[in-house]
């Protein structure tokens, strides 16, 4: 095994952790969400600002948590993109720093690829034994819905990659954001959404599913935010913005976001060839109601990022995975991350792809380490 020091600075979180492997020994975040609510997003130089503060100690807290010392680590690693270039630059700076301090090999990770991976990780204050998930079945559909991605990527090994569709513009917890702060449900709204819907009528209103006329499995949110924005602004000049209409808005919103997730989800699994990309046709789609759904290479689907903290979207999706189940005879299974803290942006995430990039010897050159803000999959 590879004990692993991570840090992650990508955008609003400054993050450390310790790994062995795929257990997490350490996971410290320190949010800055006080800090950017009064802007609904998250101001850059402000941020750069407050991970400077907060990372060596972040840093130090996660050593101490892992009960490590800096001789039993075997390399450091960092997030290098996507993410906002001034916050990057902190954490590569510093896990630089540490490097030579310390004479320790450095990995560069991606974001998206700790999201994507996140739901393997395996939770260390519980007995290894008694994990549940250890094994991991490929292939494998990763999900990553957060705030600033939204992504469908296939995994046939750990380490590569196909993506298969994404958001063409906002992503699924930007549009919950957006839409919550227009409700002055404060920031990040997602988890806000997520609470008022429970109290509310999801087919009081009806907001537009976004994609279902393209033969792809791209997403898109900004419609729906616009949607959400004007009937919004008419239920405010006709004074019916009530408490009641709030939370039925919110239930309404989430109905919008995840039912498009869901709609191109089921599409990925009835593709009749998912590595050439290949969209079902619609009189496809027909036949399957009689019971003979293709079986789908995808043995499990992982789902990441900050919206997949949300207990209506697992719900959803599990509820899909049952209807497949009873249509083509194969069962999928759901992983999920084994906190919230795994879902939003953590540094744990960042070690565990570190700890299979270890495995194959890809290390990163000090010299060359650098930002990759708009890094992909
Ligand atoms: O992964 P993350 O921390 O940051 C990015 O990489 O973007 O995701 C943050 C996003 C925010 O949009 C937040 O509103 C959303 O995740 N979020 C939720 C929930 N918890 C966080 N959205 C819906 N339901 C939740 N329970
Ligand atoms: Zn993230």
Redesign the pocket.
């Known amino acids: 095994m590879s004990k692993i020091l991570a840090i992650d600075t990508?955008?609003d979180?400054t993050s450390a952790a310790v790994t062995d492997g795929l257990v997490v020994l350490s996971n410290i975040v320190a949010s800055q969400n006080q800090i950017h609510e009064k802007f609904g997003g998250v101001f850059p130089t402000l941020a750069k600002q407050a991970h400077q503060e907060n990372i060596e100690p972040t840093i130090n807290l996660a050593m101490q948590v892992a009960q490590l010392d800096w001789s039993l680590i075997n390399a450091i690693a960092v997030t290098v993109g996507p993410g906002l270039a001034p916050a990057l630059e902190v954490g590569i700076t510093q896990a630089k720093k540490l490097a030579i301090q310390y004479n320790k090999k450095i990995i560069a990770v991606n974001?998206l690829e700790g999201?994507a991976l996140s739901p393997l990780a395996l939770n260390h204050s519980r007995k290894r034994g008694k994990q549940a998930d250890t094994k991991v079945n490929l292939p494998s559909l990763a999900v990553v819905i957060?705030?600033?991605?939204s992504e469908f990527i296939l995994v046939q090994q750990l380490g590569q990659y196909q993506k298969l569709g994404q958001t063409i513009d906002d992503?699924a917890?930007?549009c919950?954001?957006k839409v919550?702060r227009l409700l002055n449900l404060g920031y990040?709204?997602?988890?806000l959404?997520?609470k008022f819907a429970k109290k509310g009528q999801a087919s009081k209103f009806s907001l537009p599913k976004a994609m279902t006329m393209q033969d792809n499995f791209n997403l898109s949110f900004s419609g729906l935010k616009t949607a959400a924005r004007n009937l919004i602004t008419d239920l405010e000049k006709q004074n019916k913005l009530d408490q009641q209409t709030t939370y039925d808005l919110a239930a309404s919103l989430q109905e919008a976001v995840f039912g498009q997730i869901i709609y191109k989800l089921k599409r990925i699994l009835l593709s009749p060839n998912l590595v050439a990309g290949t969209y079902p046709k619609r009189d496809f789609l027909d036949q399957i109601k009689n019971g003979q759904a293709p079986k789908t290479l995808i043995n499990e689907i992982w789902l990441g990022?900050?919206?997949a903290?949300?207990?209506n979207?697992r719900r959803k999706i599990r509820q899909l995975l049952e209807k497949y189940q009873e249509q083509s005879g194969k069962k999928i299974q759901l992983k999920v991350p084994y906190s919230?803290k795994l879902?939003?942006?953590n540094a744990a995430m960042i070690g565990l792809v570190a700890g299979l990039k270890y495995s194959r010897n890809e290390f990163a050159k000090l010299d060359e380490l650098d930002r990759k803000p708009n890094l992909t999959i």
Do not use: Q
């Open positions: 990508s955008c979180d974001h999201h957060s705030g600033g991605h992503a917890g930007e919950l954001d919550g990040p709204a997602g988890p959404v997520e990022g900050g919206v903290a949300n207990i979207l919230k879902c939003s942006d």
